[in-house]
Each structure stands twice: as structure tokens, then as C-alpha cells.
């Protein structure tokens, strides 16, 4: 069947067809027909039939006759029927309609229930370079779907300099619905903070909903001014809802103010807010709050969350007993926990494991490193530098699946950081993981070749058989394979030379 059967099929079936018939012609007549049948879609766009209305949309979207679409368009948009005004939207967009009767069209879908139109409605409006109606935006603020509530986030900022907006935005942060409102005030600019800042004091003491609260907490936070952060401080002693007490322990946690230790202290057995309280003890610091958090660590009872930020905070602390504290964490059934001692250990690592804490804590991580893949490059932070877990890491290598660990143990293997008795020997150990399946090990074997040349001051065994290796690494896929096999041919050169 030629095209111009088509056409002449798609217009007798609209005169004749069924309904559904009638909306597939509809649509048929948009892809096929020109500028000539544009009379046709309009006429059948007021069939009582909404399916046939929905394929008349589609059809003028498709035929691309502008004139006939700002005519016709604006009024689908505004029908009975949520698909009708669907379809009918995205042919105006596909139109690339300006007419000032669709742009108050899609102002209008800022509030249609369907979340497809919403949608619909800020692209459009985007498209067009205007906000629409901006007190329907900025109510889009509040909606469940993130696809409406990311896109009207979005064009807000895009007409942040519209004064209209920018009123709007100040009006919904003050009184708008507690979703809306929320994000009003994440949003909020600075240039209106010293105005609103009596009346966001007063909503942080109470009144609003828990979240609202919260969201003014983050707000104030970020204002340097005395009077802001004293309110937080007013408010954080008085809290008694878990959720603002977090937020507001968390906000205040590293300014390591004297006035954090009483009401974390007070929410410290709270599953909810225990874990900021402990945070915001380790940056107070002192006799008190060593005391407090020694005995969350001690205790059978703490609930792992708040076990995990102790045994955080109290690495953080450095005190003397922190290691013997935190080391039996690691064996916690709680990951959280484990991964809080682990963090713990690693702020100490920071300073240095006193002599008589260091083979007790290779001892007990080195069997551990592969426990937690997300965690191996802090175990790895942990260990570096420590002779004493040496020898364990030389029995993992070989066993272990997982090959972030086998980076991570040739990494500590490297004389570099650390050597023993051993060391001499570990060279095998880097020659094998040369033709590893995964870059980073390839990465962590050719530059532990090249620091245990350095290093040992040795000719290698099989020198030009292990260089022969190396120069094919310098045609790996991987940058830092290719970079680091040059650099063990370097030391080989130069030991040569030598």
C-alpha cells in the first residue's frame, strides 16, 4: 500500500471507524500526512471519544503544522482526561510552542494530580525560559516524587534572580507545607537569613514538625553570627524530640563547645540521637567524656549504632587504653560496629601505635582484612608501617579471593613502608601477582619490585627474565600499571649500573 493509500485509509477510517480505530488513524495521519490534513486532527480533537482526542494530540505533534497546534494544543492540555492532556503536552513541546496560552497551560499542570503532567509541566516551562506559576513551583517543592520535587528544585535555582521567585521562596520557607517548607529552607539565601533569624529561633524551640525543626537547625548552622549559634546551643537543651536532637548534636558535634557535654550526656542511651551524642563527647574531649564513652564501649547493653560512634570517638580521643578497647570490637556481630573500632584504630594509627599496642593489633586485623571489602583501604591505613604484621600478610596474599585485598597486602608488603627478616625474600612473592587478572594488583606487585630494588640494595634472581616481564607491563590498558612497571625497570637499570 502506497502512502497516499494510507492517507486515504487514516481519513476514511476516521469518518467511519470505530472509536479505537478512529485513534489509531488519528495517529497514523500525523506520521504520514501533511500540512493539508492538519484541518482533519483539529477536527478530530473534539471527538467526544478521549482516545480519539489522545491520538488527534499525538497526531498534530507528529505533523508538525505549528499554526494548527498553538490552535488546538492548549486546549488538550486542559481536558477531562489525564492521557489526553499527556499526549497533548508532549506535542507541544515536540511543537516547540511559545504561545502565551500554552505556557499558562503548563503553569495550570504544575498541579494536576498526575505526576507524568507535573513533570511534563516543569520541562515545558523550562524549555521556555519562565517559571510559570510560581507559587504552584514552589509548592512542587513539597511533592513525594523526586522526579517533580528535583525538577522544581532545579528551575527554582535557574529563576533564582526572578524577584517573584525569590519572594516565593522566602514566603514558602516561612509558612509553606512542612515538605515544601523543608526544602525552602535548604534552599534559603543568605541575604535573608538576618531578617527571618527571630522567627526561624522561635520555630527551632518548637512548634513545627520535627522535620521542619531540623531543616531550620541545618540553616542556622551555617550562619557565623553569635546569636544563630547560641539559639542552636538554647535549643539543644531543651530538645526532647530524638530526631532534632541528632540533627542539632551532629551540627554542633566538632565545635567542641563545653555546652555539648550535658545534653549528650542526657542523650546518650537514646538509639536514635546516642550516636551524634557520642561524636559530639569525643569533640568536647576531657575527664567527662572519656568516662562516658569508656563506659559505652564496656557496657553489653549499648546499642551497636551508638557502640559503632564510641568506638569512633573514642579512637579519636587517643587515649591510653583506646587499642585494648577497641581491638575486641572487631569480632562485634554488628558490621557497624566493627567498621566504628575500625575507624577507631585508624584515627589512633595516626600517631602511632605505641611498641607494645602494635603486634596485638596486626595480630588482630590482619586476619580481618578481608572482612568488610568496603573497608580494606582503611585496615590497609591501619597497618602501614607495622613489621610485626609482616609475616601474616605474607600467608594472606595467596589465599585470599578478593583481589582489593591482594593489592592492599602487596602494598604492606612493600619495603617501602615497612621490612623485617623477611623482606629479603618477598620478592617472589611481587613477581608472581606481575600477571594478576586485576590492574591494581598488577600496580601494587611491579611497585613493590621497584622499592625492593631500592630498598634491599639486591640483583634480583632472574634479573633479565623479571625485566623482560616488566617492560610488557609498560603496554598494560592501565595508566598507573605502565607507569609503575617503568619505574621498576628504572630501579633494575639502575642497580645494574651500580
Same mark, same amino acid.
Given at each position: ?22 485513534? =489509531? ?8 500526512? +501533511? ?27 507528529? &505533523? ?43 503553569? *495550570?499542570? &504544575? ?5 507524568? @503532567?507535573?513533570? !511534563? ?18 509548592? @512542587? ?9 528535583? *525538577? ?12 517573584? $521567585? ?5 514566603? %514558602? ?16 539565601? !543568605? ?78 542511651? +537514646? ?6 551524642? =557520642? ?10 567524656? %572519656? ?53 577507631? &584504630? ?36 591501619? &597497618? ?21 585485598? *591482594? ?5 604492606? @608488603? ?10 629479603? #625474600? ?6 608472581? #601477582? ?18 625492593? $630494588? ?13 625485566? +623482560? ?16 612497571? =617503568? ?9 645494574? !649500573?651500580?
Amino acid at each position: 500500500m502506497t502512502t497516499d493509500h494510507q492517507v486515504a485509509f487514516f481519513l476514511k477510517e476516521l469518518e467511519t471507524g470505530d472509536t479505537w480505530r478512529r485513534a =489509531a488513524a488519528a495517529k497514523g495521519l500525523g506520521k504520514l500526512g +501533511d500540512s493539508q490534513h492538519a484541518a482533519v486532527l483539529m477536527r478530530a480533537a473534539a471527538d467526544p471519544a478521549p482516545e480519539v482526542r489522545e491520538g488527534a494530540a499525538v497526531g498534530l505533534g507528529r &505533523l508538525g503544522v505549528r499554526e494548527a497546534g498553538a490552535k488546538t494544543l492548549p486546549a488538550l492540555i486542559d481536558d477531562d482526561d489525564p492521557w489526553v492532556r499527556r499526549q497533548a503536552s508532549l506535542a507541544s513541546r515536540r511543537l516547540g510552542l511559545r504561545d502565551r496560552e500554552v505556557v499558562d497551560a503548563y503553569a *495550570r499542570l &504544575l498541579g494536576d494530580p498526575d505526576y507524568h @503532567l507535573r513533570i !511534563n509541566a516543569l520541562d515545558g516551562l523550562r524549555e521556555l525560559g519562565v517559571p510559570g506559576d510560581v507559587p504552584a513551583l514552589l509548592r @512542587l517543592l513539597g511533592d513525594p516524587d523526586y522526579g517533580v520535587w528535583g *525538577r522544581a528544585r532545579a528551575m527554582v535555582f535557574l529563576f533564582e534572580k526572578d524577584p517573584d $521567585v525569590d519572594a516565593e521562596l522566602v514566603r %514558602t520557607a516561612r509558612w509553606g507545607a512542612d515538605a515544601a517548607r523543608v526544602r525552602a529552607l535548604w534552599m534559603l539565601p !543568605n541575604q535573608h537569613i538576618d531578617r527571618l533569624l527571630p522567627e526561624l529561633l522561635r520555630d527551632l524551640a518548637g512548634g513545627p514538625s520535627s522535620e521542619v525543626r531540623c531543616a531550620v537547625a541545618f540553616r542556622l548552622a551555617r550562619v557565623d553570627r553569635p546569636p544563630a549559634q547560641d539559639g542552636l546551643f538554647t535549643a539543644l537543651a531543651a530538645e526532647r524530640d530524638p530526631q532534632v536532637a541528632s540533627q542539632l548534636l551532629s551540627l554542633l558535634g566538632r565545635s567542641g563547645d563545653e555546652r555539648l557535654l550535658a545534653p549528650a550526656s542526657r542523650w546518650l542511651g +537514646d538509639e536514635r540521637a546516642g550516636p551524634a551524642a =557520642a561524636a559530639a563527647l569525643a569533640s568536647v574531649g576531657g575527664k567527662a567524656a %572519656t568516662r562516658l564513652l569508656r563506659a559505652l564501649l564496656t557496657d553489653p547493653a549499648t546499642p551497636a549504632p551508638t557502640l559503632a560512634a564510641a568506638a569512633r570517638a573514642y579512637g579519636d580521643l587517643g587515649r591510653w587504653d583506646a587499642v585494648w578497647l577497641l581491638l575486641p570490637l572487631l569480632d562485634h556481630a554488628a558490621p557497624d560496629v566493627y567498621e566504628g573500632a575500625l575507624r577507631g &584504630l585508624d584515627a589512633l594509627a595516626d600517631t602511632g601505635f605505641r611498641p607494645w599496642e602494635r603486634a596485638a593489633v596486626a595480630r588482630a586485623l590482619v586476619p580481618r582484612l578481608d572482612a568488610r571489602p568496603t573497608l580494606v583501604g582503611v585496615a590497609e591505613r591501619v &597497618l602501614t608501617g607495622l613489621p610485626e604484621a609482616l609475616p601474616g600478610l605474607r600467608q594472606l596474599v595467596d589465599r585470599t579471593a578478593s583481589p582489593l585485598v *591482594r593489592a592492599a597486602v602487596l602494598s604492606l @608488603l612493600d619495603p617501602h613502608l615497612a621490612t623485617d627478616a623477611g623482606t629479603p #625474600h618477598d620478592l617472589p612473592l611481587f613477581a608472581r #601477582h606481575l600477571d594478576d587478572v586485576d590492574g591494581w594488583v598488577r600496580r601494587a606487585a611491579a611497585q613493590g619490585i621497584a622499592h625492593w $630494588v631500592k630498598e634491599t640494595g639486591l640483583i634480583p634472581p632472574g634479573k633479565e627474565r623479571l625485566r +623482560d616481564r616488566l617492560t610488557a607491563l609498560e603496554s598494560d590498558p592501565s595508566d598507573a600499571v605502565r607507569e609503575a612497571a =617503568a619505574e621498576a625497570v628504572r630501579a633494575l637499570d639502575d642497580c645494574q !649500573n651500580h
